[in-house]
């Protein structure tokens, strides 16, 4: 991946897409910090290279794909990690990170098994116990790799309104999506082909729609759908 030229606008919610091998968790890495990059990389204004480690992980919340954690953890325990760039060294968590991680918990369905092991969750009960733990940070950022990873309609959909209220609120969200049509709910769309951003722009816009179905090879096609941007498979018969 080179070349690439990016603006991601604050409080908004961008999706990433493009075919398998695009490029795009590895540009989401790199926006995170976790991978070497030449050039520059500003978050909120100040280059993210300049920003000291816990202030980094205060600002930014990041899930990425396949991510664990020890499985005899509990649920709880897993979302309080998402408090610890919050709290000093070996300092017990406060009434504060307790109300972040309860919040986070419930806001993704999982308070119900706080208290189980995370080996004993089943793939998508998992998911949505990591995904407290990003939310739990409370970070401005917040840059999630595959979050609907396991997630059945119901809490993929839950997702979807979780991403448009967080960006209610003032937060930014950078999401990589396989499931285009959920991604067009986005505001804005990154699309991506071997390495390289071939455009941006937002989910509603016509010329989006275009270069969404020319990624993809015309074999899909946008649509409007119950006042839904909805992509779907062109197959020929």
């Not at 897409?17 to 978050?43: E, H």
């Not at 109300?99 to 308070?111: F, G, I, K, P, S």
């Not at 769309?189 to 993809?216: K, P, S, W, Y």
Request: charged fraction near 20%.
């Amino acid at each position: 991946m080179q070349g690439v030229a990016l603006v991601l606008p604050a409080s908004r919610w961008t999706s990433i897409v493009g075919p398998n091998g695009a490029g795009k968790s590895t540009l989401l890495k790199v926006l995170a910090g976790l991978l070497p990059y030449r050039g520059s990389i500003t978050l909120l204004g100040r280059p993210l290279a300049a920003l000291p480690a816990r202030e980094r992980a205060q600002q930014l919340s990041w899930l990425g794909q396949n991510e664990s954690s020890p499985d005899d953890l509990t649920a709880y325990d897993v979302a309080m990690l998402g408090r610890l760039p919050h709290q000093r060294w070996l300092a017990p968590p406060s009434a504060q990170d307790h109300a972040a991680a309860e919040h986070a918990l419930r806001a993704t369905h999982a308070w119900d098994w706080r208290e189980r092991p995370l080996g004993q969750l089943s793939g998508g009960e998992r998911q949505r116990v990591l995904l407290a733990r990003a939310l739990a940070v409370q970070a401005q950022v917040l840059l999630m790799d595959e979050p609907l990873t396991n997630l059945d309609p119901p809490h993929q959909a839950d997702w979807l309104l979780m991403a448009r209220a967080l960006v209610d609120s003032g937060k930014t969200v950078v999401s990589v999506l396989h499931e285009i049509s959920f991604a067009l709910h986005a505001d804005d769309m990154v699309i991506m082909a071997d390495g390289r951003v071939t455009h941006q722009g937002a989910c509603n816009d016509a010329a989006t729609h275009r270069a969404l179905e020319q990624v993809f090879d015309q074999r899909i096609a946008v649509h409007q759908l119950a006042g839904q941007w909805v992509a779907v498979p062109k197959i020929e018969i």
